[in-house]
């Protein structure tokens, strides 16, 4: 997967890009509740801009290759794998940089069991080439809005990558953490190491709330988000997320790999 054609393939044959199992009816929801402003849709995000559903629309189009026509309202959702190889190159840039910095990095995911692999291979890579892989407020409690009600997460880190765990739902065996979308535990983090006196991320890498809410406060955030997550796109359209990977974020986790390795391979961290 060394080169873009062989990732590109890749891709498109396990449907990471190109027709994605996300429907346009899911894209479509999304969209609404972000332009209503709903916090399920923003994860983090305060928009400065007039976000409707026609500019998110475009905004989606021009970033992820998805129809910009508001008359398609059913079926598959597309992501363009030139847009998915353009982003990952830029991605595998500010890898490098931190890289050659050695600077402090932050990794989270809400989706841990379909991404947490994809960035565990970063953390691993970053942290040989000398970067501190930052695990604050391990074990912290945060209590997030579900579906089901406010419920109580526990924040946990695997392999340097953090994610949420409902602690009455762990069972052996099952992989590890929730799906989540929220902006809180990113915050919970930054907080503790913030009241620990240091370091602080100069990079934080993830998907949803986690890239969504360090880059409102402040921090460089760079991630990987599917054609439902608009918030990540307004971000980085906004100045406040520096790269989104436009991709299916919920296939099978060895998928991922691939994309591990060509991250690595630009970013001339490749063992």
């Known amino acids: 997967m060394s080169t873009p054609a062989r990732l590109r393939a890749h891709l498109v044959a396990v449907r990471l890009a190109g027709v994605v199992a996300t429907t346009r009816e899911e894209s479509l929801r999304s969209y609404r509740l972000f332009a209503a ?36 309202t059913s079926g598959p959702d597309v992501i363009d794998p030139e ?53 604050p407020a391990q074990g912290r409690c945060v209590d997030i809005l579900t579906r089901f009600g406010l419920r109580t997460h526990r924040l946990d880190y695997v392999r340097g990558v953090a994610l949420v765990r409902e602690p009455a739902s762990e069972r052996p065996g099952c992989e590890p953490g929730a799906h989540s979308h929220s902006p809180l535990p990113v915050r919970v983090a930054l907080d503790a190491a913030a009241e620990a006196g240091g370091p602080l991320p100069e990079l934080v890498v993830g998907d949803h709330g986690w890239v969504c809410g360090a880059g409102q406060l402040g921090f460089e955030a760079i991630g990987l988000a599917d054609t439902d997550d608009p918030a990540l796109f307004v971000g980085e359209a906004e100045g406040r997320v520096s790269v989104v990977v436009p991709v299916d974020d919920a296939v099978r986790s060895s998928y991922y790999g691939p994309l591990t390795r060509y991250v690595l391979n630009r970013a001339s961290l490749s063992q």
């Open 37 to 72: 402003r709903d916090p399920r849709a923003l994860i983090g995000i305060d928009p400065e801009g007039t976000w409707g559903l026609r500019e998110l629309l475009g905004l989606m189009a021009e970033r992820c290759g998805v129809s910009a026509d508001p008359r398609y």
């Open 83 to 135: 847009r998915t190889v353009a982003a990952l190159d830029a991605f595998a840039g500010r890898i490098r940089e931190v890289a050659r910095r050695g600077a402090p990095v932050l990794f989270g995911t809400g989706h841990p069991q379909r991404l947490l692999g994809f960035y565990a291979g970063l953390a691993d890579a970053l942290s040989a080439a000398g970067c501190e892989v930052l695990t």
